[in-house]
T-cell receptor, first 114, second 111 residues
């Protein structure tokens, strides 16, 4: 597609439920990044992929968070047993090559855990 | 490893006056540096990037930034602020691994 697409745009879930957030990057982009942005804060790095390989997951807060990109294109960020503190905007970005080319961001998924 | 520090969380300038948003970085590698802008309730938009070519980089909307290796800085400037520049600005550093965002500087434009 023309840009990075994230779905759903909004997700409201009850505490304890699992959620899956989807990111469809720009076609041909090698790198895919996940960030979390709390209100009034900068994007916080979670994890990133080159092709299908997860290069760095040091930003994932705990083992309830996981991400995959099985075919090197679409990625899913999964949060298990959600907690209220997980509420945030989750942003996905892709870039043509790792590190040196600009990030293209999707519109994000606003997650609210009640 | 790399890190980035935006020295001011808020900056207020009058319309028509110069803008200076400060950013210092740390990187083990020769970094790439970026500035992104985020308008209220909007996504992140690239303003400009430095990737080891010219040290003075021009971006969109009249913004520019100068890479100063000796000072490890990449400050963002604009000669004359416009009301539409009111937004959050993020300085970003990238080495050969993850890309790190600064905490952001909120730019307020006074009429």
């Amino acid at each position: 597609g023309a840009g990075v697409s994230q779905s759903p745009r909004y997700k409201v879930t009850k505490r304890g439920q699992d959620v899956a957030l989807r990111c469809d990057p720009i076609s041909g982009h090698v790198s895919l990044y996940w960030y979390r942005q709390a209100l009034g804060q900068g994007p916080e790095f979670l994890t990133y992929f080159n092709y299908e390989a997860q290069q760095d997951k040091s930003g994932l807060p705990n083992d309830r968070f996981s991400a995959e990109r099985p075919e090197g294109s679409i990625s899913t960020l999964t949060i298990q047993r959600t907690e209220q503190r997980d509420s945030a905007m989750y942003r996905c970005a892709s870039s043509l090559v790792q590190g040196r080319s600009p990030l293209h961001f999707g519109n994000g998924t606003r997650l609210t855990v009640t | 490893a790399q890190s980035v520090t935006q020295l001011d969380s808020h900056v207020s300038v009058s319309e028509g006056t110069p803008v200076l948003l400060r950013c210092n970085y740390s990187s083990s590698y020769s970094p790439s540096l970026f500035w992104y802008v985020q308008h209220p309730n909007k996504g992140l938009q690239l303003l400009l990037k430095y990737t080891s070519a010219a040290t003075l980089v021009k971006g969109i909307n009249g913004f520019e930034a100068e890479f100063k290796k000796s000072e490890t800085s990449f400050h963002l400037t604009k000669p004359s602020a416009h009301m539409s520049d009111a937004a959050e600005y993020f300085c970003v550093v990238s080495g050969d691994d993850k890309i790190i965002f600064g905490k952001g500087t909120r730019l307020h434009i006074l009429p």
